[in-house]
């Protein structure tokens, strides 16, 4: 249950749109799965962020920072405590010589159109990626041979005690699928990237591109979370699912995409996050067995189960 003074008291500056209590979470993920936050909160600047985060220190609640939820699993009891979803309120978009700055709710495929139209190169990676720019700092997401490393410069944040902090790009600590935020528990508010001037039609065209293949390939007709396993060392986490015959593998709802095997759908529109977790723990038995490899999750699992 959450604490009626901090609903009032949030109440007090954040319009009753973005302030929702027992918000069903499959209407806020791309894998359309999920059970209810006790409170799902969209703030629309960096103040009010200060402010519900500060509101959620002092009354000692849970706290789970979300962008597009496109990455994630949200369990089938939900989440406890206080979901802030960092979204359209806080997706400003703007750019300043060859640098753009954008709010945590930015989705990917914006920011790397606003570069495009900037003629800006370095971000065309990015342009099918189905997150937010917070949540692809806080992934360090990457698509054909580009990841977010190579062109975040600054990033601003507010700590769960309410206090702004602003990092440079030496200090992410971006590797594979991880950033520091990981760690430090921080919501990322503004992101900020360096590009490079470059040939507005050449960059078009590689967009153009790489659209073309992630929607040849990938299951943009089902909802999904996205590459359901981080690629193992030495292989392709696709391609073993693949070559273990796994497409079309089912646990209730849930399926391994039979378009690209490293991705599990929801495939039946109303799959829950047992089916899906089911279907997780049988395709790494099975690949293991075959291949002696152990794929990992790199969908973040949370809430109740």
Known sequence: MIDKNFVRACQAFIEPNRFRLDEPMKLHTTFKIGGPADCLIFPASMEETEKVLALVNEYKLPLTILGNGSNVLVQDKGIRGVVVKFARPMAKIRHEGTRII???????????????????TGLEFACGIPGSIGGAIFMNAGAYDGEMKNVADTVR??????????????ELDLGYRHSRFQDNGEAIVEVELSLEPGDSKAIRAKMDDFTQRRESKQPLEMPSAGSTFKRPKGYFAGTLIQETGLKGLQVGGAQVSTKHAGFVVNATGNATAADVRGLIHEV??????KHGVMLHPEVRI????
């Open 102 to 120: 954008a709010g945590a709710g930015a989705l990917l495929k914006d920011v790397s159109e606003a570069a495009a139209q900037s003629s800006l």
């Open 284 to 289: 790494q038995q099975r690949v293991y067995q």
């Open 157 to 170: 944040t507010v700590d769960r005690e309410g206090r702004i902090h602003t990092y440079s790009r030496d």
């Open 302 to 305: 949370i809430g109740d189960a």
